[in-house]
């Protein structure tokens, strides 16, 4: 069985969060750990901000695919007032909110979705995938992560 691991190619459809550090891209900023002097980031004061990024398409595999994940590298930055934060698959968001697991991690944690059912169909899984985030702290009081 054929196994795929990648990392993004280009920005999806939704461009939400910043970049922040060296890169001349997001999608460059997250294809390596490169000690954090580069990384995209969400600020938010109440607005909920999606960021989404097309992978290279899986071939040589059957549809349904077997088994398929996405896993962020994260870590929560400014506390703010009450937030979530979700994986997105497929340009939607999944599985169950995320932001108490990386608050309470207490620096980089690995945040991961593993698809299931009618999310392993492979025009899901060469889907557009990434994270969303809101805070609800209001402009004086922002969430960052």
């Known amino acids: 069985m054929p196994?795929?691991?990648d990392t993004p190619i280009s920005q999806g459809a939704y461009d939400e969060w910043g970049l922040f550090g060296s890169a001349p891209s997001k999608p460059a900023s997250i294809q390596s750990d490169d000690g954090d002097t580069s990384v995209?980031?969400?600020?938010?004061?109440?607005?909920?901000?999606w960021d989404t990024?097309?992978?290279?398409l899986l071939t040589g595999v059957t549809d349904p695919v077997?088994?398929?994940?996405?896993?962020?590298?994260?870590?929560?930055?400014?506390?703010g007032?009450?937030?979530?934060?979700?994986?997105?698959?497929?340009?939607?968001?999944?599985?169950?909110d995320q932001a108490s697991t990386v608050h309470n991690a207490g620096g980089y944690t690995a945040?991961?979705?593993?698809a299931s059912g009618g999310q392993l169909a492979?025009?899901?899984?060469?889907?557009?995938?990434?994270?969303?985030?809101?805070?609800?702290?209001?402009?004086?009081?922002?969430?960052?992560?």
């Open 66 to 79: 077997a088994a398929a994940s996405i896993t962020a590298i994260t870590r929560e930055y400014r506390h």
């Open 111 to 114: 945040v991961t979705f593993s």
């Open 40 to 49: 995209i980031y969400a600020a938010s004061g109440g607005r909920e901000v």
């Open 122 to 145: 492979l025009s899901s899984v060469n889907g557009q995938h990434g994270a969303k985030f809101q805070g609800a702290g209001g402009v004086s009081n922002k969430a960052e992560f």
């Open 53 to 56: 990024y097309s992978f290279p």
């Open 81 to 96: 007032a009450g937030h979530a934060y979700f994986m997105l698959w497929n340009n939607a968001a999944v599985g169950s």
């Open 3 to 5: 196994i795929q691991s």
